[in-house]
């Protein structure tokens, strides 16, 4: 049977050696392992984005793959180390720390079991006192022994509730009589776009459509930051260059974007909980 | 028969999940297909640099390889999803709006087929109303139907006429009884070279060789932005540290740089048509 | 017998077309090589990064793969071309401009042969008068050749004195009575941790353990730039958020870290020779 293939997304960056040690233990483990790069240029620290970009791009995937999450600011405290094995057929090796929030939440996770250290853990003579690259010695170490087929799901480690794994707070959008509002809960960092947690699903069932020009307030906190009139389209170029539109993402979640520009720069917007978005009903 | 490669090259960075999702596809549609980074940081929406990318790498790579070139401002708009059939024996998978341009002028295009969506599009239950992310749903998927060989060039969709390609306007130098005037058509971003369109044929029949002190001057539009005698070498080091030198660069085109520095930094420069560069003979 | 693989790091970055390009002549040798991006992201021109990052991730890697290492300031100079054999069963393609500092010192190095460029340069129409891109008609092509079984490691050229390879001058650490003193010899440039020359068998030596609160000085030349009482961790978040700490990083060097957050931009910190820092004893 082939081997399912290695995704890695972390935060590490390819500026120095890390991820290169990384890759060369899951090579060490078992040559014939392909291995892809999900990302390694996630925003530091933030698990949030972790889990939000398994989500967005998983279920593209050949069914078995092996996703390796490290975005691990608790690399050495009690945060457990953990393989998930999700409802709709993949596995994800990540810290516990909130990486499984969106999958837990959006694709279910039938079964999560904590690393076992003894086991699946590198053993190196000079990385016995090393407790802060759990990427190389931990995370990548037992994922290529799950791909490589050494152990088996079972052998990572002791099962656990999935009820206890760590998951941040996602809010959901709410339709009002004259409107619909939710947040920007994420952006697009490259082109600055900012995407809402509002789905397609609920704007249309809000009477919105495409080509509808659309009253938009934007909040940070209690501040109202933009307002304008915006059309919403199918696609960017339906609008004019540099006019800020409405469109539905490749997630099937509300969004905003300037037409050749950057959202977020140019009107100094950001994404989280304080970054709230309304659309008026006409 | 072996499979050709995959080499994606695209504006999207791998600052979140796009690049991810769409390997996701290709390695959907068939496992072993083998896919190479070209690039993922193309100056966003620039059609021009896609082109000179494609002209720089493709003949140093295997014949029947298949480049996916996802630079696409237009995407969701009337400009054609195309795969072109290069005389020297590629294919390129690309949004048709520019980004052929280099590769029609100098390596010839023997046949453009517009790619069918009825047939070639990713079909989900997910994606039936995204009309914005054509990398995922459109090229990356006909590429890999294509390089798999599920479907034959001829069934990518419909031919049309190579005449009918959009491309940009390519400028020419000009060698006059005292000068060689060219422009910077495209620029080294990392170390900060300025490569013009001067042929180093060119520069050869314009009589200058190696080891020449040649008066420089650099136009930005009729301003005059810089001045002064350089060096014309065949490799950096051999002029000291931070000084200005004019070199062959890895495409036979004449080329200025800052030896250990940054040319487009350092003297506030750039390239396009508006960067013009003169070289007077003794 | 298994082909070995390829891992490239050089200072050329995914920003244009040369990555590409090299990686296209890989596989015009042969096909099946496997290329693994070590980085490309290398800081311009610095071969003492290039050296620490082949020492810092190297014996990672199955024995025989062989590194190509492309920062070079020197390219179309006198500098040599050449491949090592180290002491530890891998192979290090890369200019002689001290590139092999940390792995002639740590690893050892056996054998070094000078490339020959009259049988390992790749041979084009368009590439006989180019002398800057010895990554894509040197380095990258001989690596092919040899890892494809095409030449032997002696067909690679004449070997040379492994006492004549260009190298930095390596700092050592120094224990006194009341202190040990380093230097910072480079950084995480994605976290901002600074990482010392003071091994953490000198530093158990010195008599410093887990727990311990250690006065710190961190002198820039003969400025006095940091002083504070720090604990020496095992991993971060043992101490509280944007705490700064002391812990024993991933090739055990003692290193220092703000907690989440950047030590080198929030203390406007660096590496270097110029950088000393000195931890008292109790």
Same mark, same amino acid.
């Given at each position: 049977m082939e081997k399912p293939m290695l995704v890695f997304q972390t935060d590490f960056t390819y500026k120095e050696g890390a991820v290169c040690a990384m890759y060369g233990v899951v090579k060490s483990v078992d040559r014939s392992l392909e291995i892809i790069d999900g =990302?390694?240029?996630?925003?530091? !620290?933030?698990?949030? $984005?972790?889990? !939000?970009?398994? !989500?967005? $791009?998983?279920?593209?995937?050949? /069914?078995?793959?092996? +996703? &390796? $999450?490290? &975005? *691990?600011? #608790?690399? #050495?405290? $009690?945060? @457990?180390?953990? &393989?998930? /094995? =999700?409802?709709?057929g993949y596995y994800v090796v990540t810290p516990d720390n909130g990486t499984l929030t969106h999958i837990k939440k959006y694709m279910g996770i039938d079964e999560v079991r904590e690393i076992d250290e003894t086991v699946n853990r590198l053993k190196r003579d000079d990385n016995t006192e090393v407790a802060i690259f759990h990427g190389r010695d931990l995370f990548g170490y037992c994922a290529a022994r799950l791909a490589s087929g050494i152990i088996t799901y079972e052998e990572v480690g002791p099962a656990y509730s999935v009820e206890k794994i760590k998951t941040h707070e996602i809010l959901e959008p709410h339709i009002y009589d004259d409107r619909i509002e939710g947040i920007f809960e994420i952006n697009d960092p490259n082109f600055g776009n900012l995407w809402s947690n509002i789905t397609l699903k609920s704007f249309k %069932?809000?009477?919105? @459509?495409? #080509? *509808? /020009?659309?009253? =938009?307030?934007? !909040?940070? /906190?209690?501040? @109202? &930051? +933009? *307002?304008? %009139?915006l059309y919403y389209y199918q696609s960017f170029s339906t609008a004019a260059n540099h006019t800020v539109m409405i469109y539905n993402n490749e997630i099937n979640k509300i969004a905003m974007a300037v037409v050749i520009g950057n959202l977020c720069k140019e009107y100094n917007l950001d994404f989280g909980p304080d970054y709230r978005v309304v659309f008026y009903k006409k």
């Open positions: =990302t390694h240029e996630l925003p530091q !620290y933030d698990t949030w $984005s972790a889990s !939000y970009r398994l !989500y967005q $791009s998983m279920s593209f995937w050949p /069914k078995g793959t092996i +996703f &390796v $999450s490290v &975005v *691990d600011p #608790g690399v #050495g405290t $009690s945060r @457990k180390a953990c &393989v998930a /094995k =999700t409802s709709n %069932e809000a009477g919105f @459509k495409f #080509g *509808d /020009k659309i009253h =938009t307030e934007i !909040y940070h /906190k209690d501040e @109202k &930051v +933009f *307002d304008d %009139e």
